[in-house]
């Protein structure tokens, strides 16, 4: 059977974040999706401004029970990203025990969007939900350092101190953890990404060993948005398609947003990327993921 993608993430009329960086990716690898949309924005919000509505936990179920009346909740895999809410993370959490109970096989890509760089741009308690309630649900996490950190209650300044930071998360559900960028002190041009995995499964379902690995990314020195979500859409296709090969699965996803990212700088241009964020500097910059459709299919 197809595989079958729920996909809550936020929406942006313009531009490539959330959803918009999720839904055609995963169209595209040949997975069904089935998007929820958890804000709908005018634009993402490091533009100068921004304009439109948040959903809530109650529109969130409201949603679900239709498709569930349905028979229509019936998907293989859930993907959240950014959830800016407390009571629509309640309802994610609830979501998820109703996809389950019709798909007991469900995996869990989630990305649990709380910061970067230093930064939470969520409320405190949102990140404290996330790690009592939504960490124990997933199946497959993609935390960024910063979120990793905050998951964990440490920093992370070494490959170790990372393979620790992932085994502590396994303990608490997720049967893969991947950190999808680190600084490492002494590699300023490197961006080093970490994955785990416990308990990989093959086409048949079965349990193999464990696997780690990491990979060392050129760092292009500007600051992209969407790059996260993209990652997660992708690696979540690329584990479908390889089920037992996490460390194929990573470079695949890596190779084909690395091609958006060289697009999106050949197509902006070195000064743009070191302009300041006016509107027009960040409709520039916006990731090309239409034109690198080739690249993301075959990275
Ligand atoms: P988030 O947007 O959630 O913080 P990351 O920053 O971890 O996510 O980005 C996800 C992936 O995007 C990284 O694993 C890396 O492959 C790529 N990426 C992001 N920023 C850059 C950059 N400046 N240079 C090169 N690759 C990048
Ligand atoms: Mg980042
Ligand atoms: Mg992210």
């Known amino acids: 059977p197809l595989p079958r993608v729920l996909s809550v993430q936020s929406h942006v009329v313009h531009g490539y974040v959330g959803n918009k960086c999720a839904v055609f990716p995963l169209q595209v690898l040949g997975l069904e999706v089935d998007p929820i949309y958890s804000v709908q924005f005018s634009n993402h919000t490091g533009y100068p401004l921004f304009k439109g509505a948040v959903f809530d936990g109650e529109q969130l179920r409201a949603l679900a029970a239709g498709l569930e009346a349905n028979k229509l909740l019936n998907h293989t895999h859930l993907l959240t990203g950014y959830i800016g809410s407390l009571s629509l993370l309640e309802a994610i959490a609830d979501l998820c025990a109703m996809m389950k109970k019709h798909s007991p096989h469900l995996t869990y890509v989630c990305d649990p969007v709380l910061g970067d760089e230093g930064r939470l741009y969520v409320a405190r308690e949102l990140a404290d939900a996330y790690a009592a309630?939504?960490?124990?649900?997933?199946?497959?996490?993609?935390?960024?350092?910063?979120?990793?950190?905050?998951?964990?209650?440490?920093?992370?300044?070494?490959?170790q101190e990372a393979l620790e930071a992932c085994d502590k998360l396994h303990a608490r559900g997720p049967h893969t953890v991947i950190i999808t960028s680190?600084?490492?002190?002494?590699?300023?041009?490197?961006?080093?990404?970490?994955?785990?995995?416990?308990?990989?499964?093959?086409?048949?379902g079965r349990l193999g060993?464990?696997?780690?690995?990491?990979?060392?990314i050129d760092r292009i020195k500007a600051y992209?948005?969407?790059?996260?979500?993209?990652?997660?859409?992708?690696?979540?296709?690329?584990m479908h398609h390889h089920p037992a090969d996490l460390a194929m699965a990573v470079e695949k996803a890596v190779g084909?947003?690395?091609?958006?990212?060289?697009?999106?700088?050949?197509?902006?241009?070195?000064?743009?990327?070191?302009?300041?964020?006016t509107a027009e500097v960040c409709a520039l910059r916006e990731l090309r993921l239409i034109q690198c459709q080739g690249q993301l299919q075959d990275p």
Do not use: K
């Open 209 to 216: 060993g464990a696997q780690a690995m990491c990979m060392r």
């Open 133 to 159: 309630h939504i960490v124990p649900l997933a199946s497959v996490l993609v935390p960024n350092q910063f979120e990793a950190e905050t998951l964990t209650g440490g920093s992370i300044g070494s490959l």
């Open 224 to 238: 992209f948005t969407g790059t996260g979500d993209l990652f997660a859409a992708l690696l979540l296709a690329w």
């Open 256 to 277: 084909g947003l690395q091609a958006v990212l060289a697009e999106t700088v050949r197509h902006c241009g070195a000064a743009a990327l070191a302009a300041e964020r």
């Open 182 to 204: 680190m600084g490492l002190p002494g590699d300023p041009d490197a961006i080093t990404l970490v994955a785990s995995t416990r308990q990989p499964q093959d086409a048949g």
